[in-house]
C-alpha cells in the first residue's frame, strides 16, 4: 500500500554530533521528498528537500540524500545545537494523485 | 504575501455539536490537503482538495466529517457530531500544484471536545 515509514522514532545525541534520520517509501513514481521541522505547538515548517533527479543536497548544516533504487532518503544533521531539538517529518507523494504523505516523526533530543 | 491562513485557532465543542475548521491558501495556490495530529503523533492525511473539486479523500473518515473548497472562499472541514476522539490539532496546507511541491501550512486549529 501507500506508505512512508520513518525511523528511529526517537533520537537523542550529544550536541555537537550529528543525527540521522531514516525514510523508505513504497510508491517507485515518487519524486519529491520533503524534510519538515516541528517545534512543540508550531506549524510544520519545510527545512530541506530534494527531487529524484539528484542523490544528495545540501544547505549549511543540513542535507538529504536519496537512493531511488532502494526508495529511501535520509537526513543528516551535522553539528548539532539545542535549537535543534524538535520533531523532524519525511514526506512523499505517493499513489496515482500525488496525495503527499508524512512519516510518522522522529523526536531529537540535543543533549548539552 | 500572505501565509496559509486556519481559523478558529482554538475551538472548543460539546459532544454532540458541530465543528467547522476554515483554511484559506496562500495566494495563487489551488490545492489544499488537511491532516489531522494527535499529541505526541504524526501528520495524518485526510483529505486533498483542488477548487471544487476532492481528488483524495481516503484518509477521511467515511461518518460525520467532510471537505469542501469552493470556487471562492476558504477550505471547510466539517466535523458533525463531535465525539471526544476528534479532539486534536487539525493543519492544512497549501501547494500551486499537485503533489511534487512544497506544501506550506497554516498555523493549526485546535480542537477540543468536552
Known amino acids: 500500500g501507500e506508505n512512508v515509514e520513518q525511523h528511529p522514532s526517537t533520537l537523542s545525541v550529544q550536541e555537537g554530533d550529528s543525527a540521522v534520520i531514516k525514510c523508505t517509501y513504497s510508491?517507485?513514481?515518487?519524486?519529491?521528498f520533503p524534510w519538515y521541522k516541528q517545534e512543540l505547538g508550531k506549524r510544520p515548517q519545510l527545512i530541506i528537500d530534494i527531487r529524484s533527479n539528484v542523490g544528495e543536497k545540501k544547505d549549511q548544516r543540513i542535507a538529504v540524500t536519496l537512493n531511488k533504487t532502494a526508495k529511501h532518503f535520509s537526513l543528516h544533521i551535522t553539528e548539532t545545537q539545542p535549537e535543534d531539538s524538535a520533531v523532524y517529518f519525511c514526506?512523499?507523494?505517493?499513489?496515482?494523485?500525488?496525495?503527499?504523505?508524512f512519516g510518522k516523526g522522529t523526536r531529537l533530543h540535543i543533549l548539552p | 504575501n500572505a501565509g496559509v491562513m486556519q481559523n478558529p485557532r482554538h475551538l472548543v465543542r460539546r459532544r454532540g455539536q458541530e465543528a467547522r475548521l476554515r483554511c484559506s491558501p496562500m495566494?495563487?495556490?489551488?490545492?489544499v490537503y488537511w491532516y489531522r495530529q494527535l499529541p505526541e503523533e504524526g501528520l495524518k492525511f485526510m483529505v486533498y482538495l483542488q477548487k471544487e473539486n476532492i481528488i483524495d479523500e481516503s484518509g477521511m473518515p467515511k461518518e460525520r466529517f467532510s471537505a469542501e473548497f469552493p470556487k471562492e472562499g476558504p477550505s471547510i472541514l466539517r466535523i458533525q457530531q463531535v465525539v471526544r476522539g476528534d479532539s486534536a490539532a487539525y493543519f492544512c496546507a497549501s501547494s500551486p500544484a499537485s503533489g511534487s511541491n512544497e506544501q506550506f501550512f497554516g498555523p493549526g486549529t485546535r480542537l477540543t471536545v468536552l
Open positions: 510508491d517507485s513514481a515518487s519524486n519529491y
Open positions: 495566494k495563487g495556490h489551488s490545492h
Open positions: 514526506a512523499a507523494p505517493l499513489g496515482r494523485d500525488d496525495k503527499i504523505i
